[in-house]
């Protein structure tokens, strides 16, 4: 096991380029069962989710070689169409294997994924809109079984918007019989980037980033190469970053579009946000103001930046409620937080956080992925040493971000316990 060592009151500066969306990456790559052949993609994530997700495609019959942040799929042999409990429990998003293999080959065996830590996050609305398109399912001992001889296009109406049910009917609707319409559709960035790389391999989709979306099926998907988009989660950890250590950093690579809502928050708290030729310069000067956040489906304020912000908000001048309305168990950083002497209360999904003048460093336990960004960024802040454990969870879709930062002076590292 391993754990990082942070010995905060460092202002950073300096400059961090940012790496491949882990949320765009997955799906993309559960794309490539839609086609035979051999893929290329370009920006992957040096993460966890995404070994994953390269394992689970080689237990399917691709070929899988990564070399740096370069992926090659070759999806000629695909000879299975099962994935396991012992992956889907480690990483929710192997459910996004079902709409491609019911799509192309007629059949797929998915294990469901069971609870997660923050939240329920059920994948009924998946179901039923491969129901509609055509499939039979079938769950037996913990598995879904789902066999369609040829899915049809149809219209399916989201009752709430969801990024992984989206992106599963967009797979299994590139090569479906007919118009497929899906309402209320999901409309981040990311789903704006498996719709892209769709189109190069000859899917036929208009109206992706908005709520309705419009595929006609096409009768066979070519190989393609893709770039994957910047992560914005990962750039807004870093704002934050520049923000609570009343840093200087430029933020190279990111798509400041994909942004908006965490940059107006943190220009309304005082962090200096400046868009430059090379991207993003973000600096923090004096004490953050207190704000309130409301986390919405996107273009609203991330429920994967609700952590990070609380962070923040924990040394800022005055009072904050943070309403959480995305997830039902995501509050679960709290109490580490209050180990570092932050001042929050929990009433139903709202979080109130009186700020602190600041942070003593301790000894933490990461419980999630953004969570434990949100405790390295305490840590940065805290008066002292803090260390954290269980680091496996941000290694989940944070790219060597204890290098990135001591890249930007940090006093932090990984080491053994």
Do not use: W
Request: glycine content about 10%; charged content about 25%; some cysteine.
């Amino acid at each position: 096991m391993e754990k990082i060592v942070i010995h905060g009151g460092v202002r950073l500066k300096g400059e961090v380029t940012i790496s491949g969306a882990k949320n765009a990456a997955l799906p993309i790559l559960c794309s490539t069962l839609l086609t035979e052949g051999k893929t290329t993609l370009y920006n992957t994530p040096d993460v966890t989710d995404v070994k994953t997700m390269g394992r689970l495609l080689e237990m399917l019959g691709a070929d899988i070689e990564i070399q740096d942040n370069k992926i090659t799929i070759d999806t000629s042999s695909i000879n299975s169409y099962e994935a396991p409990y012992e992956l889907v429990k480690t990483m929710r998003a192997s459910v996004l294997v079902l709409g491609p293999l019911v799509s192309r080959f007629g059949k797929a065996m998915v294990s469901l994924p069971g609870g997660c830590a923050i939240g329920a996050r059920p994948i009924n609305l998946h179901l039923m809109g491969l129901e509609k398109m055509g499939a039979e399912i079938k769950i037996e001992h913990g598995y879904i079984n789902m066999k369609a001889k040829k899915l049809k296009g149809t219209r399916f109406y989201f009752d709430i918007p969801t990024v992984g049910g989206t992106e599963n009917l967009m797979m299994a609707a590139t090569l479906a019989e007919g118009r497929t319409v899906i309402e209320n559709a999901a409309c981040e960035p990311e789903i704006s980037d498996l719709a892209s790389m769709l189109r190069k391999m000859g899917a036929c989709i208009q109206g992706d980033g908005t709520d309705k979306i419009i595929i006609d099926g096409v009768n066979q998907l070519k190989p393609a190469e893709h770039t994957i988009i910047p992560d914005r989660i990962e750039t807004g950890t870093f704002m934050i970053a520049a923000g609570i250590t009343k840093g200087d950093i430029l933020i190279r690579g990111c798509i400041p579009e994909h942004l908006d809502a965490i940059i107006e928050k943190l220009k309304e708290i005082g962090v200096e946000i400046l868009a430059e030729k090379e991207g993003l310069r973000a600096r923090g000067e004096g004490k953050p103001r207190s704000v309130d956040i409301r986390t919405m489906p996107y273009p609203g304020f991330p429920t994967d930046m609700q952590a990070q912000m609380m962070a923040l908000m924990c040394i800022a001048d005055g009072l904050s409620v943070i309403s959480e309305t995305v997830f039902e168990n995501r509050f679960m950083h709290i109490a580490e937080l209050r180990r570092m002497g932050a001042n929050i209360t929990v009433k139903g999904n709202n979080a109130i956080v009186q700020g602190v003048d600041d942070l003593s460093g301790a000894p933490l336990m990461a419980t999630d992925l953004r969570a434990s960004a949100s405790l390295i960024l305490a840590g940065l802040a805290a008066r002292g040493e803090t260390t954290l454990s269980r680091v496996y969870h941000i290694d989940r879709g944070y790219e060597r971000i204890e290098e990135k930062l001591a890249i930007l002076g940090a006093d932090i590292e990984r080491i053994k316990e």
